[in-house]
């Protein structure tokens, strides 16, 4: 039996304290799976908390580049990038560097629309204060130096005036120790890194 059950604060509690449920499995925010952590091991349950994801796809020279970019562009912009399993972060390795501009020109042709509007490939933002966040997050890697390659602030977006858009940004030159590569948005912003080799790539993310 699948039980599906919606619910906030007070929902999220009584799954921690119930004594019949003897493990919880949590993918979301670090401050609501801390709580989760916290309340349901002191309960004596076993507890997975995953958290604050930063997901990374390195992209090779050998890959065909045309799916590849495609795949990145999908997977960083899908569903406005509030998904858990969102690529937010894509190293490009040795030749694969040269392909951030036409990975700026797939992220540019997306249509960013109301989610009833044909052919949309991403919708609003959950919240004004998830587009605050957003926007927040972009303005800081600005500020410590990364490269805005496309900014997909201040979207205009026909009949949506007040509409809680952030178009596709991709955001390179970032380096490990900005808070765009360090925080989850969760959101249409993808980071780019850059490595000389498979190897050095790999260290990098791990």
């Given at each position: 039996?699948?039980?599906?059950?919606?619910?906030?604060?007070?929902?999220?509690?009584?799954i921690?304290?119930?004594?019949?449920?003897?493990?919880?499995?949590?993918?979301?925010?670090?401050?609501?799976?801390?709580?989760?952590?916290?309340?349901?091991?002191?309960?004596?349950?076993?507890?997975?908390?995953?958290?604050?994801?930063?997901?990374?796809?390195?992209?090779?020279?050998?890959?065909?580049?045309?799916?590849?970019?495609?795949?990145?562009?999908?997977?960083?912009?899908?569903?406005?990038?509030?998904r858990?399993?969102?690529i937010?972060?894509?190293?490009?390795?040795?030749?694969?560097?040269?392909?951030?501009?036409?990975?700026?020109?797939?992220?540019?042709?997306?249509k960013?629309?109301?989610?009833?509007?044909?052919?949309?490939?991403?919708?609003?933002?959950?919240?004004?204060?998830?587009?605050?966040?957003?926007?927040?997050?972009?303005?800081?890697?600005?500020k410590?130096?990364?490269?805005?390659?496309?900014?997909?602030?201040n979207?205009?977006?026909?009949?949506?005036?007040?509409?809680?858009?952030v178009?596709?940004?991709?955001?390179?030159?970032?380096?490990?120790?900005?808070?765009?590569y360090?925080?989850?948005?969760?959101?249409?912003?993808?980071c780019?890194?850059?490595?000389?080799?498979?190897?050095?790539?790999?260290?990098?993310?791990?």
């Amino acid at each position: 039996v699948l039980n599906v059950v919606h619910g906030a604060a007070d929902m999220v509690n009584g799954i921690c304290d119930h004594p019949d449920i003897r493990a919880i499995s949590f993918v979301g925010s670090t401050k609501v799976g801390n709580h989760v952590f916290a309340r349901g091991t002191e309960k004596g349950k076993r507890v997975q908390s995953l958290v604050g994801a930063k997901n990374h796809c390195l992209l090779l020279p050998d890959a065909d580049k045309e799916r590849s970019l495609n795949a990145v562009t999908g997977a960083a912009f899908g569903a406005s990038g509030q998904r858990c399993m969102a690529i937010s972060v894509v190293v490009l390795v040795g030749e694969a560097r040269k392909w951030l501009p036409d990975l700026v020109k797939k992220a540019q042709s997306m249509k960013v629309a109301q989610g009833n509007v044909d052919a949309a490939d991403m919708g609003p933002l959950i919240s004004p204060a998830a587009k605050e966040r957003v926007e927040s997050l972009i303005e800081s890697g600005v500020k410590q130096g990364a490269i805005l390659s496309l900014d997909g602030r201040n979207l205009e977006v026909p009949h949506c005036e007040k509409g809680n858009f952030v178009g596709p940004t991709i955001i390179s030159g970032v380096k490990r120790e900005m808070d765009v590569y360090r925080e989850e948005i969760f959101g249409p912003v993808l980071c780019v890194l850059e490595a000389e080799s498979l190897d050095e790539a790999i260290n990098l993310c791990n």
